[in-house]
C-alpha cells in the first residue's frame, strides 16, 4: 500500500505563496488519484482540490480555494504538489495528501491512504 507524506509548510504572511509537496513510497504512484485536504482547529476536515491519476486529464477544487490554489502532479517523482498564491488567514490549517484509486472523489472517507499533513498558517 502506498505511504505518503508532505512537506513544504510554514508561516507566511497574508498574500504570500506556499507550494506543498507530497511525496509517496511503495505502491504505484500513477495508479492513484490524489487529493488535499486540510483542518483547521476545531473544524471538520475539508476538501481543497484533487487530481486524476495523470494530473493532466482532471483536477477540481474547492470553491474557497478556486483560482488561488494549483494541483499538480510528477508521476515520475512519485510526488503530488499544492501551490497555494495568495493566501488568506482562513487557510491556516493542516493540510493533508491523501490517495485513492479512484478519480472524482471530496469526502474524506472516500480517500484509502493519508499522509502526517504539514502546518500552514497564514498570518494577516
Known amino acids: 500500500q502506498v505511504q505518503l507524506q508532505e512537506s513544504g509548510g510554514g508561516s507566511v504572511q497574508a498574500g504570500d505563496s506556499l507550494r506543498l509537496s507530497c511525496t509517496a513510497s511503495?505502491?504505484?504512484?500513477?495508479?492513484?488519484?490524489m487529493g488535499w485536504f486540510r483542518q483547521a482547529p476545531g473544524k471538520e476536515r475539508e476538501f481543497v482540490a484533487g487530481?486524476?491519476?495523470?494530473?493532466?486529464?482532471?483536477?477540481y477544487y474547492a470553491a474557497s480555494v478556486n483560482g488561488r490554489f494549483t494541483i499538480s502532479r510528477n508521476n515520475a517523482k512519485n510526488t503530488v504538489y499544492l501551490t497555494m498564491n495568495g493566501l488568506k488567514s482562513e487557510d491556516t490549517a493542516v493540510y493533508y495528501c491523501?490517495?485513492?484509486?479512484?478519480?472524482?472523489?471530496?469526502?474524506?472517507?472516500?480517500?484509502?491512504?493519508w499522509g502526517q499533513g504539514t502546518q500552514v498558517t497564514v498570518s494577516s
Open positions: 511503495r505502491g504505484t504512484f500513477s495508479t492513484y488519484a
Open positions: 487530481s486524476d491519476w495523470s494530473g493532466e486529464d482532471g483536477t
Open positions: 491523501a490517495a485513492q484509486p479512484r478519480f472524482g472523489y471530496v469526502q474524506s472517507r472516500d480517500y484509502n491512504y
